[in-house]
């Protein structure tokens, strides 16, 4: 038991390194940080927001949201208005949506090169679903 346990986390770690590895050299095509793809792909999904939602969405602070857009207005990736209530909305300019769609492109190419067939799929997602839930028990005891 305990070696399959041990093979368990070893492919999960090593699965999540390599996934973290394409992400940081897809992140260097465009000079960006991790965290900043992050801000593309919600104001992409969302196509626009206000700061209150971006924390809500990043699940993270005022200060670090407001460092993000900071920089990314300096590279010309998002851009700020108002909407018709007079409040701040950010979305993507066009060099930001271009990396949206080119990352959206890049992502479907990767999982049509490493996705199981849907029963396959399926059955993955099912026992993982439900070790989440099982180790969420755990930790939380």
């Known amino acids: 038991m305990l070696d399959r346990f ?4 070893y492919l999960i770690s090593k699965i999540n390194k390599e996934i973290q590895r394409i992400k ?13 793809m992050e801000f593309i792909h919600y104001l992409g999904k969302h196509q626009e927001l206000k700061f209150k939602e971006l924390c809500e ?3 993270s602070d005022k200060a670090f949201v407001s460092r993000t857009i900071n920089d990314l207005k300096a590279k010309n ?12 909305i950010y979305s993507l300019d066009r060099k930001g949506l271009a990396i949206f769609e080119l990352n959206i492109k890049k992502t479907k190419q990767i999982c049509n090169e490493v996705y199981l067939d849907d029963l396959k799929s399926e ?5 993982l679903r439900e070790l989440a ?6 930790g939380d005891k």
């Open 57 to 59: 969405v990043l699940n």
């Open 6 to 9: 041990e093979e368990f986390t």
């Open 24 to 36: 940081l050299n897809e992140l260097k095509k465009y000079g960006l940080k991790g965290s900043q």
């Open 133 to 138: 839930n099982k180790l969420s028990k755990i």
């Open 77 to 88: 990736i998002i851009l700020e208005n108002y909407n018709k209530d007079k409040k701040i």
């Open 123 to 127: 059955e993955l997602y099912t026992s």
